[in-house]
């Protein structure tokens, strides 16, 4: 029942910046919690960065923190993944990730319900 859909990404060349968004819908309205993942075809799916359902609390993976800013619209949706600075090692697909819990890890695909199919990012010179 919950639709999780990325945007946004696309070629770029080192050192440029790039938006994602992700919108979700479903049951609980705009009350999902929202992580940002890439994955390299054949690696796991690493977590980038985790939104809570207002908005106000932020986390992120320790290569990206000086780089990426996740944010969402005061609606709640879309959530937004700025991305600055990219590296060629950011390259990857990015999934969008959806929850409906407000209480528990973030940080792993485990802990969340509804995924979007992807988008790539593909940073090279």
């Known amino acids: 029942q919950v639709q999780v859909e990325e945007a946004g990404g696309r070629w770029a060349q080192p050192g440029e910046s790039l938006k994602l968004s992700c919108t979700v819908s479903?049951?609980?309205?705009?009350?999902?919690?929202v992580g940002w993942f890439r994955q390299i075809p054949g690696a796991e799916r690493q977590f980038v960065a985790a939104v809570s359902f207002t908005g106000q609390m932020t986390s992120y993976a320790e290569s990206v923190k000086a780089r990426f800013a996740i944010s969402r619209a005061k609606g709640g949706f879309p959530v937004y993944l700025q991305m600055n600075g990219l590296q060629v090692e950011d390259s990857a697909i990015y999934y969008c990730a959806a929850r409906s819990r407000g209480i528990g890890t973030f940080d792993r695909p485990s802990d969340y319900e509804s995924w979007g199919r992807g988008t790539q990012v593909t940073v090279s010179p």
């Open positions: 479903g049951p609980s309205g705009t009350t999902y919690a």
